[in-house]
């Protein structure tokens, strides 16, 4: 008896974390489309076809659910983006790829949003938990972009008196302008014209002397 007993128990414990998991799923839509102040209770239970207290039972409040959804869009970014990126060469070779990646999710988010864009937008002067946990998310995505920045200095392809703060920022102008242009104003060629801005980017910091040193 005590085997059927755990074996049921096990089994109602799976069925609960499906759930659970579906429900950030569509928790997750619901906020990269209307942003994470736009998800409610009510509506994800409309969409789930759920009881409000059924969801509950999975989030004690919206703001739990809101900090599930901000690390579940996180734990994806790193997945897509970081960690594909890192099995690179140090140095330019992986500075380019986090870019190219990170420039892939967003171009695919233009439909939705991108949650660390419109997040900026939502708690740019909202105190809180979220906002804390939303830039303690991005610092650590641009400091994986300084690193990689200061080895590709270090490793002698970009200029020695390169400011990896400056080159990180101007990366970030790139996706914002994306963002923007594709998303709001629903401009054609976006994606490619940052594609190029990256490339013109690297160039006016790449080390002239690489090929010397090289040979």
Known sequence: MQGIVINTSAKFMRKGEQTRAAILDVAL??????GLEGLTIGLLADRMNMSKSGVFAHFGSREDLQMEVL??????????????????????????????????????EIASGCIYISGAVEYDDRPGPIRDALVAMVRAWQGALLRAVQQSVD????????DPQQLVYEMYGLILALHHDA??????????????????????????TQGTQAG
């Open 71 to 108: 690390k579940l869009y996180h734990h994806r970014f790193e997945q897509e983006v970081f960690y594909p990126s890192v099995k690179e060469p140090r140095g330019l070779p992986r500075l380019e790829s986090m870019f190219a990646r990170w420039l892939k999710r967003v171009s695919v």
């Open 183 to 208: 998303r709001f104003l629903r401009s054609p060629g976006a994606v490619e014209r940052a594609h190029r801005g990256f490339a013109r980017l690297i160039e006016n910091y790449r080390n002239p």
């Open 29 to 34: 839509e619901l906020a990269s489309r209307n």
């Open 155 to 162: 490793a002698g392809a970009l200029q020695p008196d390169t």
